[in-house]
Each structure stands twice: as C-alpha cells, then as structure tokens.
C-alpha cells in the first residue's frame, strides 16, 4: 500500500535539511564547529540537518549567518514555514473550538472550480445538516477535550456548504454505504441528514455516489480526502489534517478517486440505498 500521506511532509522537512547540510559543507564546517559558532549543544546541528529536530527561524537565521548564506535565509524559512503548516494536528486548530476551523477554509472553497470528495465514515461536511454536523462535532470535542462550540461550528459549516449553489462549479462526492448507518444524533437527527442527500441529489453541479457494501473493490477502503481541483488534497486522519501538494501525490489520489468512483452507484440506485438506510433508522 502507499506511503502515508504524512510521508510527504516529512519528505519536505527532509529536503530543508539537506539544503543546509549543503551550505554547512560549502562552508567547509564541520556539525560541530557550526554548533559552536552558532552557540548550540555540539548535537543540535546534527539533529537539524538529520530532520530529528526541526529548525526554528532564528536557527536558519544563525545556520545561514555562520555559512556565509544570509541570502538563502528568506527562502528556507518560507520553505520551513510551507513544511509545517502541511501537517496541522486537529488538536492544535480546535484549542479554542471548532468554529473557526470551519471558516479557514472558505477561500478554498470559494476558489475551487472541481472538488472531489471521498468519505468512509462520516457524511462530507459539504452535505452536513445542522443537526447532524452539530453531533459529530459535538463528538470530536470531546474526543480531543476541547472547547465544545459545536453548535457554532455546525452553523459555519452549513455557511460554508453553500458553494453547493454555485453552478459554475463542481462537485463530485464519493460515500461508503456503511456512512448511511453511522448514527450521528438522533432517529430525528439521521431522516434529515439522509433526507438532505436525497434533495442535494438534485443540483446540477452535484454527483453525489454511493459505493455498495458488496461493490467488487476495485480500490480499498481510505481514509477521508478532498481534493480541490488538481492542486492539492487534503487528508483526514484521526489526529491531523495533511495538506498535499506534490503533483504526483495529488495525482495519486485523483486515480483513487476515479478507481473508487467506479465503484459507485448513481442516481436511482444511489437513492434506493440512502432509502433504505433511512428505513433502517426507524
């Protein structure tokens, strides 16, 4: 099976760390004696250029002034800064709730003109009702023990699903039928969730299928991912949000969403099995 996505940050972390390796060997120092010059424990450099440590700014800053490199310093820390912010742990963005989280976003969304969207545990949060985005994220708060604002959260994630309405986009949404079955909030709470999949059905800026339980695999399961356009994918995983750029990564994940697509049911079909589901929850 492929890397994990998170592979692709530290590749990033890794590739910083070899351009200073560089510099410190133009420079001809050793590890130890820009540690020293720069007035670090003798280990520190090696930490650095070996990608256990990960520099600050002020350390590319004395890095570069010790290497005769002070040109490079701009580039390298936006290189560093770009690496980090691939990788932002759910616990970090929500330490002061979720509400905000929700609304980082919108540019992207606004600028995307083809979202892709694959999800096997959870409704996407472009088709969320209020009722049922409120219990999932009610649910997450309490996972992470932080601020529970899920009501407020749900509010903007509702806000920010309405690009659905925007016909000069558009909108391809891959869902496991077992999504269909994961109560989040009550029997009230899961007939308008699957109700609102039905009406959403009918945009035209909408393609919303439904991969079978007994659909042959032509792709196994995956961890939630949006991709937005053909220029970077976002990756759920339990602790973090990773951000992909690299076009062969992204590239990637385009032909797993296409493998999966395939997989999938589409209208009449799609919706016999949201009824059914509905049905199922009473």
Known sequence: MPNSPSSSVQEARKAIATRLGYLRQDAGLTGRDLAIRCGWHPAKASRIE???????????????????????????????????????????????????????????YQRTRHMRVYCSNVVPGLLQTHGYAEALLSTIADLFETPNDATEAAAARV????????????????????????PFGDAKTMAGQL??????????????????????????????????????????????NITVTSPSEVGLYLRAFERLSKMAVYGAAARSLILEAAAAHG
């Open 50 to 108: 070996n990608s256990r440590t990960r520099p600050s700014d002020e350390d590319i800053r004395q890095w570069c002034r010790v290497c005769d490199a002070e040109d490079q310093v701009s580039d390298l820390i936006s290189a560093s800064r770009n690496a980090e912010s691939m990788y932002r742990e759910w616990r970090l963005l929500q330490r002061e709730g979720m509400r905000r989280n929700q609304t980082s976003d919108v540019p992207l």
């Open 159 to 182: 806000e920010r699903s309405k690009v659905l309405y925007d016909g000069s986009k558009r909108f391809a949404l891959l869902v496991e039928e077992d999504v269909l079955y994961f």
């Open 195 to 240: 109700g609102f999949l039905l009406s959403v059905m009918a945009l035209p800026s909408v393609s919303l299928g439904v991969i079978p339980r007994t659909a042959p695999r032509r792709m196994w399961t995956l961890e939630g991912f949006l991709a937005f356009d053909d220029k970077q994918v976002q990756v759920e995983t339990l602790t973090a």
